[in-house]
C-alpha cells in the first residue's frame, strides 16, 4: 500500500473502500443515494502501547463505526486515522 505516514501508538490508517454502486439484485444506486461503506484497508499500524499489543496488520480488510475517525488526505487519496478500539472487526 505504501502510504507515506507512520501512526503513533495504537493509531491506525485506513483506506476505506468505495461506497456501492450496485444492490445484490443489479440494481444501480444513484449517486445521491450512494452510503459510505464503514470497511476499509488498513494502509499503516502503530507499534502499539506498552501493555497493548496491535491486533490489526497492513493489507487487512476492517469493519469501524460510523463515526469513528479522522478523515484526511494525502497524496490525493482519502484515508481515515483512528484508535485500533474503533476498529470492529477483521473481515
Given at each position: 500500500?505504501?502510504?507515506?505516514?507512520?501512526?503513533?501508538?495504537?493509531?491506525v490508517?485506513?483506506?476505506?473502500?468505495?461506497?456501492?454502486?450496485?444492490?445484490?439484485?443489479?440494481?444501480?444506486?444513484p449517486?445521491s443515494?450512494?452510503?459510505?461503506?464503514?470497511?476499509?484497508?488498513?494502509?499503516?499500524?502503530?507499534?502499539?502501547?506498552?501493555?497493548?499489543?496491535?491486533?490489526?496488520?497492513?493489507?487487512?480488510?476492517?469493519?469501524?463505526?460510523?463515526?469513528s475517525?479522522?478523515?484526511?488526505?494525502?497524496d490525493?487519496?482519502?484515508?481515515?486515522?483512528?484508535?485500533?478500539?474503533?476498529?470492529?472487526a477483521?473481515?
Amino acid at each position: 500500500m505504501g502510504v507515506n505516514i507512520k501512526p503513533l501508538s495504537d493509531r491506525v490508517v485506513v483506506e476505506p473502500l468505495p461506497a456501492e454502486t450496485q444492490t445484490a439484485s443489479g440494481l444501480f444506486i444513484p449517486d445521491s443515494a450512494q452510503e459510505k461503506q464503514q470497511k476499509g484497508k488498513v494502509a499503516a499500524v502503530g507499534a502499539g502501547k506498552k501493555d497493548h499489543e496491535m491486533t490489526v496488520q497492513v493489507g487487512d480488510t476492517v469493519l469501524y463505526g460510523k463515526y469513528s475517525g479522522t478523515e484526511l488526505k494525502l497524496d490525493g487519496k482519502d484515508y481515515l486515522i483512528m484508535r485500533e478500539d474503533d476498529i470492529l472487526a477483521i473481515v
